[in-house]
T-cell receptor
Framework: DTAVSQTPKYLVTQMGNDKSIKCEQN?????MYWYKQDSKKFLKIMFS???????INETVPNRFSPKSPDKAHLNLHINSLELGDSAVYFC???????????????FGPGTRLTVT | AQSVTQLDSHVSVSEGTPVLLRCNYS??????LFWYVQHPNKGLQLLLK??????LVKGINGFEAEFKKSETSFHLTKPSAHMSDAAEYFC??????????FGTGTSLTVIP
């Protein structure tokens, strides 16, 4: 009965490859997020979708493209992977737009991406 | 503009002693405030949240935090540290119509 799940948990790949990370939530939430956590544990918001609409699109290389086929899924596709993309990527979900419903986020377990 | 500052990047306490993790925020609006915990190689788990109700908020695992508007603070405390409390802690602020802003994290070490 995992609330927010991500696949894969670990991803090791070479520079220049294209990879995807999948996220699913079964909480009935309408807003989903992608975060990047660097080696110093700093969390940076990348994207957010509300009801499949992109509402947050931070300064992220256009090699990163989110896709939300429905409210329960938010996938992250990364083209032409670079060494600097190595990080842990977290998916999260919440009920309502950020801040509007004074609601908290629920996080997935993370995907550790290593680019060699 | 909104921001959140966690005043200590590392805190060490002995098992059984009190824990204090400090967080100050800046917000133009009435904020919601959260504390999350991240154990090694795990995702983030909500400890507690403040959303304009009681200023003293109780969370899971014996943690609590007090919202002090005059000091723009939301410090996290626990009376007695346990070994299992060793983790990374994040203070988060959100305001209406905007995103969540994360602090840079505080790493808590508990010494046996």
């Amino acid at each position: 009965d995992t609330a927010v799940s991500q696949t894969p948990k670990y991803l090791v790949t070479q520079m220049g490859n294209d990879k995807s990370i999948k996220c699913e939530q079964n909480l009935g939430h309408d807003t989903m997020y992608w975060y990047k956590q660097d080696s110093k544990k700093f969390l940076k918001i990348m994207f957010s979708y509300n009801n499949k609409e992109l509402i947050i699109n931070e300064t992220v290389p256009n090699r990163f493209s989110p896709k939300s086929p429905d409210k329960a899924h938010l996938n992250l596709h990364i083209n032409s992977l670079e060494l600097g993309d190595s990080a842990v990527y977290f998916c999260a979900s919440s009920h309502g737009r950020p801040g509007l419903a004074r609601t908290e986020q629920y996080f997935g377990p993370g995907t550790r991406l290593t680019v060699t | 503009a909104q921001s959140v500052t966690q005043l200590d990047s590392h805190v060490s306490v002995s098992e059984g002693t009190p824990v204090l993790l400090r967080c100050n925020y800046s917000s133009s609006y009435s904020p919601s405030l959260f504390w999350y915990v991240q154990h090694p190689n795990k995702g983030l788990q909500l400890l507690l949240k403040y959303t304009s109700a009681a200023t003293l908020v109780k969370g899971i695992n014996g943690f609590e935090a007090e919202f002090k508007k005059s000091e723009t603070s939301f410090h996290l405390t626990k009376p007695s540290a346990h070994m299992s409390d060793a983790a990374e802690y994040f203070c988060v602020v959100s305001v209406p119509g905007n995103q969540f802003y994360f602090g840079t994290g505080t790493s808590l070490t508990v010494i046996p």
